[in-house]
């Protein structure tokens, strides 16, 4: 993920839209193994369960607040953004996991990835 997220001379627009191409393909590959680890998260909160050299949300993190430092986005809590930009891609996963949206994620990376680019970029 980590790599998706370098700055390789792309606009925000082409990098968010790889990091939820990543999670949506991660997801198709191996959709038991990534519903365990989104399903059982909650009831780990007291422990540190990852690395923060390997942790997703540690990546995202880096990433905006590369991005604020730099102007490529406006300066703000990277907590807060990180935490919204994270329900909007990992809801249609769980909503999909459970049967209540139809659409598999990778088929809706684009729209999902626009929506955390708002998010970004008011």
Do not use: N
């Not at 209540?100 to 708002?118: G, I, M, N």
């Amino acid at each position: 993920m980590r790599e998706a997220l370098d700055d390789d001379g792309k606009g925000l627009d082409e990098q968010v839209a790889r990091v939820v191409r990543f999670v949506y393909q991660y997801y198709s590959d191996h959709p038991d193994e990534l519903a365990f680890v989104l399903l059982t998260r909650p009831a780990f909160p007291q422990q540190q369960i990852l690395d923060k050299r390997i942790d997703p949300d540690e990546a995202v993190l880096d990433f905006i607040r590369r991005q604020m430092k730099s102007g490529g986005i406006p300066a703000g809590d990277p907590v807060l953004l990180m935490s919204i930009v994270r329900g909007i891609v990992i809801e249609p996963i769980l909503m999909h996991r459970y049967g209540r949206l139809r659409t598999h994620p990778l088929r809706l990376a684009r729209r999902v990835a626009s929506a955390c680019t708002k998010v970004l970029q008011p």
